[in-house]
C-alpha cells in the first residue's frame, strides 16, 4: 500500500547476519477474549544492503491469570550485533513478567523486568567474548536495543518502555499515547535514545483499560515517526484498516506500507478487546 508519496522501489537483498533473520514476521490470533496481529518487517534501507532486521517483537500467554504479555523491541542501528539484543530482550523481558504473574502479581514491577533483560545482554557479550568480566559497557556497544513491554488481561493495559518505541490506544481517528512518545505528542524521536542495557534505571510506565472497539498499539519508531502522533496520512490510513483486525498477512502487508523517506525497520503489535456477549 502507497501512503502520499511513495518510496522507491527496492530489490531485497538477503540478509548476511550471523543468526538468521527473516525479512518479515506475520502472527496472529485470538487469546483470553483478545484478537491479536503482529508484525515486524525490514526496512528499505536494510533490504537495499542486505543488512538484518533489528526490530524484534514477542507474545507469550499466562494461562493461569488470562494475561497476554507483549514485546517489541529496536536495535540501535550503531551497534553492530542490536538484532540479537532485540530478539532476547523480548525474549528476557515476557519471562520475567510471566514469573511475577506465577507469584500472583497484580501490578507489574517493572524495574525488574528491565533489569533481567538488560542482564541477559550483558551474558550473551560475555559469553560471545569469552570474558566474565565484560559489562554494560562493552554490551551496550554491541547489543544496544529499546524495549517495550505490554499486559492485557481484561481490559486492563500495564505498559512500559525504556526507549523511543511506543504505545498508543487508537480509538475511532484519535491516537492516545501511553509511553514512549514525547511530551508534545508531534515531536520527532530517535536519536540519542536511551536504550537496554545501559540505562538510568529509570522505566517510563503506564496503565489504563482497554475498551471494546479501541486497539493498543505497541510499535517502533519506524512506524511511529511516519505515524506522527496521528494526525497525518499515515495515521488516517490506519486508523481505516485497523476498525477491525485485518488477517495475518493483511496485517503485515499494511505495516509494510511504501512513503517517501521513511525506510526503517517496522514493527506493530495490535490487541482488539472483544466485545462482551
Known sequence: MTIGEPAAFVEPRLGAAELYRPDTIADGGTAFGLTVRAASVRGLSKRYA??????DICLRLHADSSTLIAAVADGVSGAPRSELGAALAVRYATAAVARQLDDGRESIDWGPVFGQAA??????????????????????????????????RDGDVQVAAVGDSPAF???GKEYDALVGWPTGGDDLIGGGVESLPRFSGSVEASRRSLDPGSVLLLCTDGLALPLAGGAGEVGVALARELTRPPDAVDFA???DFSRATYDDDRSLIAVWRKASS
Open 119 to 152: 542482564w541477559a545482554l550483558v551474558e550473551e557479550q560475555r559469553r560471545a567474548s569469552g570474558d566474565a568480566s565484560v559489562g554494560v559497557d562493552e554490551a551496550a556497544g554491541s547489543l544496544a536495543t529499546t524495549l517495550l513491554v505490554a499486559t492485557v
Open 253 to 255: 502487508r499494511l505495516l
Open 50 to 55: 542486505g543488512g538484518p532486521r533489528q526490530d
Open 169 to 171: 490506544v487508537l480509538a
